[in-house]
């Protein structure tokens, strides 16, 4: 089933325009409500996507997982963004999933959760909202 992803508004100019599907933006939703009370993660989030997230990338902020796979995270928090870049030039990063790591590594079902982002990267299974034509596969 074709994932429908929804553009980020900031309110600010940024390098990379961050689009989300219903289920990462409803993790987002409940992290903010009730997993970042000084609004750390938020503000970094913001932040990355102003500056743009290729320059987080070195100091691990921004983190490849596999298959093209990327996660956002900060340090003082578990919550995870899991996604890809929509092209090479990193301009865009769609969002796919997200969840809060249980510690250190990942667990089996997280696993497979990040694995099916790789596989809607890979089989271009998703579209921007209001977007007749699906992506190309890369």
């Known amino acids: 089933m074709m994932v429908e992803v929804a553009e980020m508004k900031f309110g600010v100019p940024c390098n990379t325009r961050v689009w ?14 009730k997993g970042d009370p000084n609004g750390a993660f938020w503000k970094k989030f913001r932040q990355c996507a102003m500056d743009g997230f290729g320059l987080y990338e070195s100091v691990g902020i921004v983190k490849h997982e596999w298959s093209q796979v990327y996660r956002f995270g900060i340090k003082s928090s578990l919550f995870r963004l899991i996604g890809f870049y929509a092209d090479n030039g990193k301009g865009e990063f ?9 510690g250190q590594s990942l667990t089996a079902p997280q696993r497979a959760r990040i694995e099916e ?11 921007k909202e209001n977007d007749e034509y699906p992506r190309l596969s890369q």
């Not at 989300?20 to 409500?33: C, N, P, V, Y």
């Not at 769609?94 to 249980?102: G, N, Q, R």
């Not at 790789?118 to 998703?126: F, I, L, M, S």
């Open 117 to 127: 982002v790789a596989r809607v990267k890979r089989e271009a299974d998703w579209k």
């Open 94 to 102: 769609i969002v796919m999933d997200a969840f809060d790591k249980l």
């Open 20 to 33: 989300f599907s219903s289920r990462a933006a409803s993790e987002l939703g409940r992290m903010r409500k």
